[in-house]
C-alpha cells in the first residue's frame, strides 16, 4: 500500500513539472510519459485536480489542462527545479518533440520564460521577447518563433526564427527577461532552417600535435583502439557537440593540453562553425546569441 501511495505521489507531482515547465498537461502527454492506457492517465489527471482543485482549468480546444495562474509553485525548494524536470524526461525517455538534451546539467531558467517556450514549440507559434545578447546587451525586444530547445553547454537555448534578421538563430534562455506569446505563426516553415536540418559528419581524432604514443593513449580511451570518431550530427548543433568533447577546430591555435582531439578537415565545416565575422575566431557557434 505504501509503495502504491508513493507512485501516485510520484506521478502527481509530475504532473506539477510538466505544469510548470511545459505550461500543461494532458491525456496524451502522460500516456507518452508512463505508458499509461488511456483511462488510468484520466485518473491520474483527476486525482490531481482533486489534490489541488484550485490549481488548473481545462483547455477543451486542445484536449489538455493548463495552470489558473501563471506560474505554478513548487511543491518545496527541493522539488519542482527545471533540474527535476529534466530528470522526469532522462528518466522516462520522454523529452517532447525539439528538445534536445545535449548535457545532464544546466543553468536554471524561470518556468514563466520557459514554459511559453514549449507551448510555442509544440503549437508552432510565435513570442515577444525581451532579450539582451553580448552584441547588443541592452534589453531590447524580439519577435521569434522557436521550434526548438537545446540544452548544452551549461545552458539552455531555443533555436527559432527571428522576425529581426529573418533568419534562424539560437537565443540563450537565460538572457531572456520577459516574454508574451502571440498567437501568429511563423512567416517561413521550419524546414527552411537549412543549419537544422543538415547533417554533417563530424570525424574526430587525436590531435596532430601529440606524440604516436599518447595519440596511442587517446584512440585506446576515446575511440576503442579505432583510428578517429565519426559522428553525424545537425549542422547547427555541431559547434556545441565539438564543445562538449573539447575538439581542435582552429588546430594551430588550440593545442594540446588542452585539446586532445581535433577535428578532421575543419575547412569543409567552415559554414556552419562560423561565428561573428568580426571575430579573428571563426570557431564559434554561428547561432548563438541572437
Known sequence: ????????EERLAAIGLLLRWEGSVSNARLRELYQLHFTHASRLIAAYRDAFPESVVEDRSRKRFVPRLPQVPAASSETGRLADYVRLLQRTGAAPAGMVLLQADAAEVEPHIFAPVQQAIRFQTGL??????????????????????????????MRAYCAKTASFRDFVLGRVSAVAPTPAPCPVGVESDRAWHTQVELVIEPHRALPKAQMDVVRFERFHKASAMVRTERAALAPYVLHELRVAVDIAHQNPPDYLLMLRNPQRHRSWLLGDVESTQWYAPAFVDG
Open 128 to 157: 515577444e521577447v525581451e532579450y539582451r545578447s553580448m552584441r547588443n546587451p541592452e534589453p531590447h525586444s524580439r519577435t521569434v518563433f522557436p521550434h526548438a530547445c537545446v540544452q548544452t553547454q551549461g545552458r539552455w537555448h
Open 1 to 8: 500500500m505504501g509503495k502504491s501511495l508513493n507512485l501516485m
